[in-house]
């Protein structure tokens, strides 16, 4: 392994300075980034950015851009419910709707119109119904 990081801030480390044409030390006196940071020569006190050789650490992408896919954002809608109780509640009786009856939450209801349904939600008068094609609110328990 050979990875290279910045020199501490407020350390000093040796490198080229272009204005004295010579290896001088540089003090560190803030990382800009990862791989750059504000550097001041102790002799002629110029400031610049000094940079990593980019080497190494750099060679290896994140994979996170090249990979993006869209991912499968689709929701499950009514139809998926319905499909997965039709097949978990299979063995149940559906209940012919009728106008009249009381039905409760999760029953299952044959609809003369709708057809096979599956009540969702239940209030005193009207119910919910998970239809295959939509969600219906229909009345109930009409005396
Ligand atoms: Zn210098």
Do not use: W
């Not at 050789?53 to 750099?58: D, F, Q, R, S």
């Not at 896919?69 to 997965?84: I, L, N, V």
Request: aromatic share 8%.
């Amino acid at each position: 392994m050979n990875q290279i990081t910045l020199p501490a801030v407020a350390k000093s480390f040796y490198t080229f300075c272009k204005k004295c044409d010579a290896e001088r030390y540089h003090t560190v006196l803030t990382h800009k980034s990862p791989t750059s940071a504000k550097v001041q020569c102790e002799v002629c006190k110029g400031i610049k950015t000094y940079s990593l050789p980019k080497e190494g650490a750099v060679a290896k992408k994140t994979a996170s851009g090249a990979a993006k896919k869209p991912s499968k954002s689709r929701k499950p809608t009514h139809a998926d419910d319905f499909q997965a109780l039709t097949t978990n509640r299979s063995a149940d009786k559906a209940i012919p709707f009728s106008i009249k009856t009381k039905f409760e939450l999760n029953q299952k209801i044959d609809h003369s119109t709708f057809g096979m349904g599956y009540v969702k939600s239940v209030q005193p008068d009207r119910i919910q119904v998970l239809f295959e094609s939509e969600i219906k609110t229909l009345m109930h328990n009409k005396v």
